[in-house]
């Protein structure tokens, strides 16, 4: 008897286990990227459950672009985009990075879950960035697939006047490879993975090659982030479990990628967790931090922006530094952040 009132007892004051009168409300939004599945995976898990959160998802959006519009219209409260973030808050937004949802924290370069994918006939040959010259090359304008198409592009020692990029959202990408309107494009998985199965003759010309740095972050707007400390760690909290079964559990990963990107096909998700769980890494540190001046300084120098902010004021580390802290069993599975790259709450990151 006293053994199973002490169960009791455990059960009911056991972290992150609350009645359902306690459950904070949390709207989130994702895109249909594999590398975005962290997110319903805590909710079909009970992840977010356990944690405190009541969290629904909006339906997954096309690009970051998207994510942010609808951000910023109140449709969801934290969302996760990488590269957009950038031109918004130029725009005027006032966002704050909170933790990743797809990058690396312990090295500089990451893009295992990026492809340029070619068409047959097209002239461009695999592994010769060069032969990109005079091709029509299919993008998402100020997304991770436009910072990866230019890196490319250079890279190859051209410039981006030596090509045609096409903006082109990811889901349209095989279709216009199929119809022959582009020569080739750059995208995250599943859109390379679906266009080798389902485009005859397509070739994949490179595969990730660290040409950049992943920007992948679970982004809010600072008055939501300035008021709901507790509730993002246990957000984070939750996200990071999430990662952790999705990189013990791959294969089941992807059964629930299928459930949140329209048309996914088992085998592609399959194949495209392979990736992605090379990158499915919540924490941060100045690695991060140098990823998105990183991306700002390429597309100044490019040209595609005029102007650039203090990355600084635009991340707030300090509630997955705690998660790391108290629940370091959640990292147990990754490598160790090196210590040049370690920060602390009032990091600095200076170019």
């Excluded at 994949?204 to 760690?233: C, M, Q």
């Excluded at 650039?308 to 952040?337: A, G, R, W, Y």
């Amino acid at each position: 008897m006293i053994r199973a009132l002490l169960l009791l007892c455990v059960s009911l004051c056991a972290p992150g286990l609350v009645s359902a009168q306690a459950m904070v409300k949390v709207k989130a939004g994702m895109v249909t990227g594999i590398d975005q599945v962290g997110l319903p995976i805590a909710l079909e898990r009970g992840f977010f459950e356990k944690w405190g959160l009541d969290v629904t998802i909006a339906r997954p959006y096309a690009t970051g672009v998207d994510a942010l519009n609808a951000l910023q219209a109140g449709e969801s409260e934290v969302v996760q985009v990488g590269v957009p973030m950038i031109g918004a808050v130029l725009r005027g937004m006032d966002l704050v990075a909170l933790g990743n949802y797809s990058g690396n924290a312990t090295k500089l370069g990451s893009d295992a879950t990026m492809a340029l994918i070619a068409g047959a006939g097209s002239g461009i040959v695999k592994g010769d960035l060069k032969s990109l010259k005079g091709k029509k090359i299919a993008a998402s304008f100020g997304t991770i697939n436009h910072l990866y198409a230019l890196a490319l592009i250079e890279k190859g020692g051209l410039t981006p006047a030596d090509v045609t990029l096409v903006n082109t959202p990811p889901p349209d990408m095989t279709v216009a490879l199929l119809a022959k309107g582009i020569d080739a494009f750059s995208g995250w998985d599943p859109w390379p993975i679906v266009a080798l199965k389902d485009v005859p003759g397509a070739v994949e010309i490179i595969r990730g090659g660290d040409v950049i740095s992943y920007l992948g972050f679970n982004v809010a707007l600072r008055p939501w982030v300035e008021k709901n400390g507790a509730t993002i760690e246990k957000f984070l909290a939750a996200v990071s479990e999430a990662d952790q079964w999705m990189r013990a559990n791959p294969k089941l990963a992807a059964q629930v990628a299928t459930r949140w990107i329209p048309g996914l096909k088992i085998e592609v998700a399959e194949a495209a967790m392979q990736f992605n769980i090379q990158q499915a890494d919540r924490r941060l540190s100045a690695n991060n931090y140098r990823a998105m001046w990183s991306a700002e300084d390429r597309l100044v120098r490019l040209g595609f922006l005029k102007s650039t902010f203090d990355v600084n004021k635009h991340i707030e580390p300090k509630h997955i530094l705690k998660v790391m802290k108290d629940h370091p069993n959640l990292f147990s599975d990754l490598p160790p952040i090196p210590a040049s790259a370690a920060i602390g709450p009032g990091y600095v990151f200076k170019p």
